[in-house]
């Protein structure tokens, strides 16, 4: 089956960029959707389709998705950005939906 | 506003069996796709299962298949996750979530809890 492959942590000071990879497989050629999960809260879609950003997500996330690696991006980051980040996407190939490990973010 | 909101959690030993309900409103619920996705205290989110909008399709992840059914009743904007054989790694909190075409998840609930526990 799939595999996305996210680093465990990530760590940023206030103020610079964060920039959050999910690994997979020719991942370029699928659409992938990336999830903030604050402690205790339900997750949210803050990039999806790659690169498109919902209403209400501010102009700081932004995403990419090229060759074997999708990359969320955080620019000026904020303590209040400090969640659990997970890549996904759905594999055609198994008719499954894939989650990536998850990154943790924080804010120094 | 846009709600899903799950019933149904607790505690129940290995080998039992639980029914989870999500109950949907503010939207027009027969045109989404749903899912069940859990996470384990301390773990990632997982992906549990998918039914399309019209009931027609479900897919399982491998670690629930032939044990959990997903279904779903357009006439009362209801989603249901049947769950047997439970065993003590399907303690997790369990969301449904919305989506469509099997893109991004637009909506989730608040999550219910399930323990599997002796």
């Known amino acids: 089956s799939y595999v996305l492959t996210q680093q465990p942590s990530v760590s940023v000071a206030p103020g610079k960029t964060a920039r959050i990879t999910c690994g997979g497989n020719n991942i370029g050629s699928k659409s992938v959707h990336w999830y903030q999960n604050k402690s205790g809260q339900a997750p949210v879609v803050v990039i999806y389709f790659d690169s498109d950003r919902p209403s209400g997500i501010p102009e700081r996330f932004s995403g990419s998705n090229s060759a074997n690696t999708a990359t969320l991006t955080i620019s000026r980051v904020e303590v209040g950005d400090e969640a659990d980040y997970y890549c996904q996407l759905w594999d055609s190939s198994s008719d499954h939906r894939v989650f990536g490990g998850g990154t943790k973010l924080t804010v120094l | 506003q846009v709600q899903l909101v799950e019933s149904g959690g607790g505690v129940v030993q290995p080998g039992r069996s639980l029914r989870l309900s999500c109950a949907a409103s503010?939207?027009?619920?027969?045109?989404?796709?749903v899912d069940w996705v859990r996470q384990a205290p301390g773990k990632g989110l997982e992906w549990v299962a998918l039914i399309s909008y019209d009931g027609s399709s479900t897919y399982y992840a491998d670690s629930v298949k032939g044990r959990f059914t997903i279904s779903r009743d357009n006439s009362k904007n209801k989603l249901f996750l049947q769950m047997n054989s439970l065993r003590t790694e399907d303690t997790a909190i369990y969301y449904c979530?919305?989506?469509?075409?099997?893109?991004?998840?637009?909506?989730w609930g608040h999550g219910i809890l399930v323990t599997v526990s002796s």
């Open positions: 979530a919305t989506s469509r075409d099997r893109g991004p998840f637009d909506s």
């Open positions: 503010g939207f027009i619920f027969r045109n989404n796709d």
